[in-house]
C-alpha cells in the first residue's frame, strides 16, 4: 500500500494499526535483508522510505505496538556469514530523513530547541553530499590499518580487511603529525559511474549476471572471499566521520573532515559549513544542481551540527544521532504508456525485455527506452520468486500504464503498473522462446545447486547466432583459444562486416586464403592490410589447422566451458569425434555416455547440462561439420605421456625468474600436468621462486615435494 492511499493514522483502529504495523515490519525486514545481505534491493528507496515512516508514524500513534524487536530501530541486517565478524566499539549508526525544505527547518528546530538555544543565537552545521555507497570502519592504531569492517547490523560488521587493502584511496599508514594512537576512520566505499559500466560490461562478457546499480556493484566488490576480485575492481572511498577516536583532531565536524585530508584520505570536496536553514536549502540546491555530472551515485545532502561540543550533547536517538539528518532527493518517478516490449539478445545470448515507452521527460531526461530486466520481472516475480508487484494479477503487460524510475545514471527501469488503466483487451505477455536474432531454442537454465531456474534466458544458437557471434568469433581465436597471430578483436570486426571477404563464423577463417586468391578486389589492397601483413596473418591461420584439442574444445564457447572443464574433457575423450558422440548420446540421461560425463572427476552438473545442450543444437552440428573440415584437432595425450609430470598436480609459488607465471602454467600443462593455485594432499610438486610465503608450510604440512626453478628446468629437461 502506498502512502498516499494509506488511510490517515490518526484515523485507524489499534487493530488496523496492528495488522499494519505487522506487515510493514516484515515488508522491512525483508527489503534490508535483501539489500544488506544479498545486495540485491527488491524495494527502491523511496517506497523503502515511505513503509519506515509509516511504521514510525504507527508506533507513535500507538505506542504499544513497539516492542524492543522494533524494525524502526534497527540498522539494516545481520551480516551474512561467510566473513569474520568485527564488534564495532562505537555502534555505526543510520541517518534520519528529511525530504522537504519543512523537514529541514524542522529539524534545524529541534536541535536548538534540544540545545534550549535563545532565537538569536548562531548554529553552524555542515552540508555534504550523501554518497550511495556503503560504510567502513577503518581501524588505525599507531597510524596503521589494523582492521576493516562494515556495517552489518551496526553492532556488528563483517571483517573486510584484506579486501580494503586493496583499495588504493584507503591508506595503509596515515601521515601527518596530528593522528592519534587510536583513530577509526569510516566513510563510504562507492564505484565511479565509468568503472561501474566496466564492470558489468566485464560481467556481461562474462556471461555472469550485472550489477543493477553501482552500490550493489561496490557491495558485491568489497564483500569478495577472494581479494583478488576486489583488487580488480576500481573502488573508491570518501571519509566523512569516526568511531572510537580518544583524542580528537579538531572541535568541529569540518576541522575533523580537514584532519581526514591531511592523514591521507579523500574528503568531498562540495562539504560546506552553513550558518542556516537558508544556507542549507541552497547548498542542497546546488549539489542536487551538480548531481548528473559528479560521476557517481548521491542520493542526498547529509547536515550535521558542526560543534562536536554540541553532537555529544545531542547524542542520539534509537537508530541516529540528533544532531545529523540525510536530506534526500525526490526519485525520479515519471508515468508513461507502454507501447511494445522489445527483446535484445547480449553478446552471451541472454534474452533482455526493453520496454518501448511513450517518450515522457523524467528528471530532465527524455525516456523512451528502460528494462524490464527479465521474464520473471514482466510476471511480477523477482529473482528469488517473491511477488514485487501489489495487485492481481502482477504482470506487466503491451498498453499498460506504468511508472518509469531513473536513479541517477542508472537505466531508467519500468518500476510499477497502474492497474486501473489497464485496457480491457489486453493480453499477458508471452516471453519469446526462440531467440529473436537467429531463430534457435532460447531456454532457461536449471540451477542444479538450488534446482530454481535462471532468470535470464538465453538463445542456445552460440555461433550461428549473429548477435553473439562477433563476440564468440573473437573468443574462438584469443590467446588462450586457438591463439591466431593477426587476428585480433579489431580484425575479426573488419571481417564480419567485411562484405568482400565475409567472416561469419570459424570455418570461414581457414576459408579466408583461399578466397581472398578468388576475389577480384583483394585484401593487400584494403585500408590497414599490405602485402606483408597479409601474408603473415594467412601464415598464422595455417599454423592453427592442427590446435590441441582443449584449446579447441575452450575456443567453441560452450558455455559453463572454460580452460579447465575444456582441458579436462579433452584428457578424458582424448579426440573431438570421441566427445562429440557422447555428448550427444548423453542427451538421455539414462544413457551410459551420460553415465560417464557425470563421472568425470571435477566435470560439474551444469557442465554436463551444457555440453549436452550444445550438441542438441543442430545449428551448432552443421557449423562443427563444417569447422572439422578445415581443422584437425590434436589430442593431448601425444605431448603428455612422455614428460616425467604428466599426470602430476603442480602449483608454482613465490617469484620466478626465467618466465612467467602463464608461461610456466602453459609449459607445466603442455607436458600435461594439472597446475592448480593452491597446495592441498593433492599436490605432488611446488615449485618455490624468492618469496614464496605460506605455500611452503602448505607443502610441508602435507608432504609435497618443494623445487626451485633451477629445479624444475632440470626436471622437464628444458
Ligand atoms: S554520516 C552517525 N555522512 O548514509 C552518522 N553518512 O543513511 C554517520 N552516508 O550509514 C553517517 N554519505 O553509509 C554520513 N556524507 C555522509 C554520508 C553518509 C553516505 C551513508 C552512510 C550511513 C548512511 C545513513
Request: glycine share 8%.
Amino acid at each position: 500500500m502506498s502512502e498516499s492511499q494509506a488511510i490517515p493514522v490518526a484515523e485507524l483502529t489499534q487493530r488496523q494499526a496492528r495488522a499494519e504495523h505487522k506487515l510493514l515490519a516484515a515488508e522491512i525486514a525483508a527489503a534490508d535483508s535483501a539489500y544488506f545481505q544479498d545486495d540485491q534491493p527488491i524495494l527502491d528507496d523511496a517506497s523503502y522510505d515511505a513503509k519506515r515512516r509509516r511504521l514510525v508514524a504507527l508506533e507513535k500513534a500507538f505506542p504499544v505496538l513497539k516492542d524492543a524487536a522494533s524494525v524502526s530501530d534497527k540498522v539494516g541486517a545481520k551480516p551474512s556469514g561467510k566473513f569474520a565478524k568485527i564488534r564495532h566499539r562505537v555502534p555505526m549508526l543510520s541517518l534520519g530523513n528529511a525530504f522537504t525544505d519543512e523537514d529541514v527547518a524542522d529539524f534545524v528546530q529541534r536541535v536548538r530547541s534540544f540545545l534550549g538555544m535563545k532565537e538569536e543565537a548562531g548554529i553552524a552545521f555542515t552540508a555534504e553530499p550523501k554518497i550511495d555507497g556503503l560504510s567502513l570502519s577503518l581501524r588505525y592504531e599507531k597510524g596503521a590499518l589494523v582492521s576493516a569492517a562494515t556495517r552489518g547490523d551496526g553492532e556488528e560488521g563483517e571483517d573486510v580487511t584484506s579486501n580494503a587493502r586493496t583499495i588504493s584511496e584507503i591508506p595503509h599508514v596515515l601521515s601527518g603529525d596530528d593522528v592519534p594512537e587510536i583513530a577509526e576512520v569510516r566513510g563510504e566505499v562507492y564505484l565511479g559511474h565509468v568503472d561501474f559500466a566496466g564492470i558489468n560490461e566485464r560481467q556481461r562478457e562474462k556471461g555472469l549476471p550485472e550489477f543493477a546499480n553501482p552500490r550493489n556493484a561496490a557491495a558485491g566488490s568489497l564483500r569478495q572471499l577472494d581479494v583478488s576480485i576486489t583488487a580488480a575492481r576500481p573502488l573508491r572511498f570518501f571519509a566523512y566521520a569516526w568511531g572510537e577516536m580518544p583524542v580528537m583532531p579538531a572541535v568541529t565536524q569540518f576541522g575533523v573532515v580537514e584532519a581526514f585530508k591531511r592523514w591521507g584520505f579523500r574528503t568531498n570536496p562540495l562539504m560546506k559549513r552553513c550558518e542556516s536553514v537558508e544556507d542549507l536549502l541552497e547548498r542542497y540546491r546546488l549539489i542536487e544542481s551538480q548531481r548528473a555530472t559528479l560521476g557517481y551515485d548521491i542520493d542526498g545532502v547529509v547536515y550535521k551540527v558542526d560543534e562536536l561540543a554540541l553532537q555529544t550533547r545531542l547524542g542520539f536517538v534509537a537508530r541516529a544521532p540528533r544532531w545529523a539528518i540525510a536530506h534526500k532527493f525526490p526519485a525520479e518517478l515519471a508515468t508513461t504508456v507502454l507501447e511494445a516490449i522489445e527483446i535484445q539478445v547480449g553478446r552471451t545470448g541472454a534474452l533482455s525485455p526493453v520496454a518501448k515507452l511513450r517518450p515522457v521527460t523524467v528528471g530532465g531526461v527524455v525516456v523512451s527506452n528502460a528494462t524490464l530486466h527479465n521474464e520473471d520481472y514482466i510476471r511480477g516475480f523477482d529473482s528469488k520468486g517473491e511477488r514485487i508487484r501489489d495487485g492481481e494479477p502482477p504482470d506487466i503487460r503491451v498498453g499498460d500504464t506504468v511508472t518509469v524510475k531513473r536513479a541517477g545514471d542508472v537505466i531508467p527501469r519500468v518500476q510499477s503498473v497502474d492497474l486501473s488503466k489497464r485496457p480491457a483487451n489486453s493480453q499477458p505477455y508471452a516471453f519469446p522462446t526462440l531467440c529473436p536474432a537467429c531463430g534457435s531454442h532460447a531456454t532457461r537454465e536449471m540451477n542444479p545447486r538450488s534446482g530454481k531456474e535462471d532468470a535470464v534466458r538465453r538463445c542456445t544458437g552460440g555461433l550461428i547466432c549473429p548477435a553473439q557471434a562477433v563476440e564468440r568469433l573473437k573468443h574462438f581465436v584469443s590467446r588462450d583459444a586457438l591463439d591466431i597471430d593477426g587476428l585480433g578483436d579489431k580484425q575479426i570486426e573488419f571481417f564480419h562486416a567485411d562484405p568482400d571477404l565475409p567472416v561469419k563464423e570459424p570455418a570461414d577463417i581457414f576459408t579466408l586464403a583461399r578466397r581472398d586468391a578468388e576475389n577480384f578486389k583483394k585484401l593487400r589492397d584494403k585500408e590497414g592490410f599490405g602485402s606483408q601483413s597479409v601474408a603473415k596473418l594467412f601464415a598464422a591461420i595455417e599454423d592453427r589447422r592442427q590446435p590441441p584439442l582443449n584449446r579447441f574444445i575452450f575456443g567453441l564457447g560452450i558455455r559453463h566451458i572454460g580452460e579447465t572443464n575444456a582441458r579436462l574433457l579433452a584428457r578424458h575423450y582424448g579426440s573431438f569425434e570421441a566427445l562429440r558422440a557422447a555428448g550427444i548420446a548423453a542427451a538421455d540421461p539414462a544413457s551410459p555416455e551420460r553415465q560417464e560425463l557425470d563421472a568425470i572427476d571435477g566435470v560439474g552438473p551444469t557442465v554436463v547440462e551444457a555440453l549436452v545442450q550444445f550438441f542438441a543444437e543442430a545449428h551448432n552440428e552443421q557449423l562443427l561439420d563444417r569447422l572439422l573440415e578445415q581443422v584437425v584437432p590434436q589430442p593431448l595425450e601425444a605431448v603428455a605421456s612422455v614428460s616425467p609430470v604428466a599426470g602430476k598436480t603442480v602449483v608454482f609459488t613465490g617469484a620466478l625468474e626465467q618466465m612467467t607465471r602463464d608461461e610456466a602454467k602453459a609449459m607445466a600443462e603442455r607436458l600435461g600436468a594439472k597446475v592448480a593455485g593452491s597446495v592441498s594432499s593433492k599436490t605432488d610438486l611446488l615449485v618455490a621462486g624468492p618469496g614464496a610465503g605460506s605455500k611452503l608450510k602448505d607443502a610441508a604440512k602435507h608432504g609435497v615435494q618443494v623445487i626451485d626453478e633451477a629445479g624444475w628446468f632440470s626436471l622437464v629437461g628444458g
